[in-house]
């Protein structure tokens, strides 16, 4: 387990003062920043009335919606493709795997180092709902908030979307590092997410890849089973990745 931790702790250092760190705190901030402006210029109709809890769950179901559908599989795109061309651009790899280390290493540490950058966007953006909510109740009062959220209530269901997002990572951490072609990587989880908005709320939706986090927010969609596909595909195509860099990385 040291070698791994080793491996790991190398790919936190190599991030530091990157992009692909920076962007685990903009695009939650984004995505919140967007969510308050665009309710406070939308103000809810004057007879509509809501508890304070409903409100809270409604903004919390807003600002995971939109990070979901459209922010998680651009988001996982962009950092696996990073991730990756640190090594691919400097053509790092031969140097890598020549260290006194397991090959699996350097792969388990970008897919691990992928799914804490990933949960580490969800997390933030759970904290952001408070600030946001704030922020409504000044320049928007008419949508209801009041006070604090349910924290119990507040996790849940962004904790499953995590759980679902583990296919994408999986999927788009292997094509990241199979092919060093950033474009390649990129374009990928682009068209995948455009075909994913046609796709969202088709019965196709819940095997989908790119689609699974926004599942969990859908009311029409089978929770179980998003999370069966998301969490144990995610697994699934991880050893597959590590099978097939192992081989083609083989002496």
């Not at 919390?60 to 998680?72: H, N, P, Q, R």
């Not at 890598?96 to 290493?105: D, F, K």
Request: charged content about 10%.
């Amino acid at each position: 387990m040291i070698v791994y931790w080793r491996a790991l702790r190398a790919e936190m250092l190599k991030l530091k003062h990157t992009l692909a760190l920076w962007m685990v705190l903009i695009l939650p901030l984004a995505v919140a920043a967007l969510i308050v402006l665009v309710g406070s210029l939308h103000p809810s109709a004057p007879e509509r009335s809501v508890t304070p809890a409903a409100a809270w769950h409604g903004l919390e179901t807003g600002m995971f919606s939109l990070w979901c559908l459209l922010m998680v599989p651009l988001f996982v795109t962009l950092e696996t493709a990073l991730l990756a061309g640190l090594e691919h651009g400097n053509q790092q790899w031969k140097h890598l795997l020549a260290l006194p280390l397991p090959p699996s290493a350097h792969y388990l540490a970008k897919l691990l180092m992928m799914v804490l950058m990933v949960l580490g966007a969800y997390l933030l953006l759970c904290v952001l709902v408070l600030p946001a909510g704030w922020i409504l109740m000044v320049t928007a009062p008419d949508h209801g908030l009041a006070g604090l959220p349910p924290l119990a209530d507040l996790w849940p269901l962004p904790a499953a979307s995590f759980a679902a997002s583990m296919l994408i990572v999986a999927l788009q951490t292997w094509i990241a590092l199979r092919w060093q072609s950033f474009t390649l990587a990129v374009s990928v989880g682009i068209v995948a997410t455009v075909v994913g908005f046609i796709v969202a709320q088709s019965r196709f939706g819940n095997f989908f890849p790119w689609t699974l986090p926004g599942r969990i927010f859908h009311h029409g969609g089978d929770m179980q089973l998003t999370l069966a596909v998301g969490l144990g595909g995610g697994v699934l195509v991880a050893v597959l990745g590590l099978v097939d860099f192992l081989r083609r990385e083989s002496p």
